[in-house]
């Protein structure tokens, strides 16, 4: 990449919408952003100015219905340019902005919209309405929904209008007001593995001094293309993906749905993406079941080509010594690796997974094919980004250094702190949980539970409240253990238990079509003792590296997915543990009768 950054110091842009401004000021006919026609087709470009001009049309309908500064609006849809118009307008006027998943509960949206006190509501269309009419009386605070897409009659609801319709033909110039960098800009409800959701309180500094930091560790430049998957309601997308775009003037596509990634990645062609761990250990599963079905030659070169581009990092990393079978590279780049980098548009410059951790095994394999992968690790309360690794000190194994700007430390039983101007001002109407998440000396408690090298490196060991004390006093973190069982291609889903119990047991999502092929894939019948027995040797494999204690004795097997839509996974695709243990309580407690 030799274009030259042009990244907006915070103390320029003064907060997110005057960000947005200095960007059109610098970039006026750059790209901005490119969207897929409604046929699917690609792309249209819009430049920065013309952004400018149709968020100036969003901002001029906000304040056709009477919006002071500081109140809340809420919006519900997929990843979009109606997303990004929407949030730059109602910032420019000083409104808090509350992103809800596009396909969130209705249990979970009516409990936030209640809680934040949101005005005004944005949805997409019909999906969202049909949750939007279980719990329609108890959103009294709302007194306009406007959505995208048409989704029923007008006097359906006295609040609803289209879109089309609520937004003027015209308008003035983009309005970025004069608002303070500390003053509140959004309120973002962590989705939560287990509880209600705490709306997490960001304000303009916090998230700019993020985006800057982030941006100093891995750069991005105004000829970069990003693809936009992650929810934007997440504040890894939000930051990463969408604000530092702006602060770098990159250009932003977003994905047209979960399902069409792979073809968006092929058409869009990318060279920056940001992802969770989950996308690319997907991608993992279908190499290994295409090479399980291939011939043994194929996995053979494949396996050299893994073991010779590992070495090929370790060497760029001055980790490793030079070898004269190095020269043999670019055959099997050709042969190998740029197939498998083709999967994701063969442009990709760098590919940023965070949100949870990364297996080991999935992420040596991208490496090695020559896909410059850093892990990052962030939580929503600190706007997101704590660490992450750079592009010529990547040490997969951790998270990286903290960016600039942030502290860390251990604190008892090894739990990470964190300070700095990235940590949030609080959480929403909860004095009670700000005082239990941040010290007086403002250190942010992160219940995760880290170590840390001389080098300052951030290694993520598990989680304080999700460890599992076996009734022998043994404790295990779980998701070590899920994440080894789930690079088996057999099992789509892991889900380890096991509080207060003698053994380890867990429920597997099983992917049916790997199960239905030869080659000793398990053949009984699933929920038989055979098929049961054939489960847990396959998982004893993947399990030879864990001490006794940390076995699995006992699997119950499914074969529906467990997805967001059912309450099971979060938004980023977390599982939801307590949920899960709900839902399989019976199943559970059959894995332990008669101990």
Known sequence: MNTPTDIIIPETAGNLPGLFLERVRRSPHGCAYKRFD????????????????????????LQREGLAPGDRVALMLRNSLEWVLFDLASLGLALVTVPLYAMDRPDSLAFILEESGSRLLLIEGAEQWERISEVRERLDSLVRIVTVTPVCQPECDQRLVELADWLPPEAGGYDAGVWEPGSLATIVYTSGTTGNPKGVMLSHANILSNAHAALQRVPLYPDDLLLSFLPLSHSLERTAGYYAAIMA??????????????????????????????????????????????????????????????????????????SPLFLTWPLLERLVAQRILDGLGGRVRVAISGGAPLDPEVARLFIAMGLTLPQGYGLTQTSPVVSVNTLDDNLPASVGRPVAGVEVALGESCELLIRGPNVML??????????????????????????????????ITGRLKEIICLSNGEKVPPEELEAAIAGDPLFEQVFVVGEGRPYLAALVVINEQERLKPAGRPGAVLGSIPAERELLARIGLRMARFPGYAQVRRVHAVTAPWDVNDGLMTATLKLRRRELAQRFAAEIEGLYEGH
């Not at 250990?281 to 399980?292: F, G, P």
């Open 38 to 61: 409604p046929q699917g087709r690609c792309c249209d470009t819009f430049s920065w100015q013309e952004t400018a001009r149709m968020a100036a049309r969003w901002q001029e309908a």
């Open 249 to 322: 003037g990159a250009c932003v596509t977003h994905v047209r749905s979960l399902e069409t990634i792979p073809e968006d990645l092929a058409t869009v062609r990318p060279t920056v993406i940001v992802s969770v761990p989950r996308i690319f250990e997907r991608a993992h599963k279908r190499i290994s079941s295409r090479l399980t079905a291939g011939p043994r030659w194929k996995r053979l070169l494949f396996r050299l080509t893994v073991e010779l581009g590992w070495r090929r990092f370790l060497h760029r990393q001055g980790r490793g010594g030079w």
């Open 426 to 459: 609080g959480y929403w109407r909860n004095p009670a949980a700000t005082a239990a998440a941040i010290d007086p000396d403002g250190w942010f408690h992160s219940g995760d539970q880290a170590g840390i090298d001389d080098a300052g490196h951030i290694f």
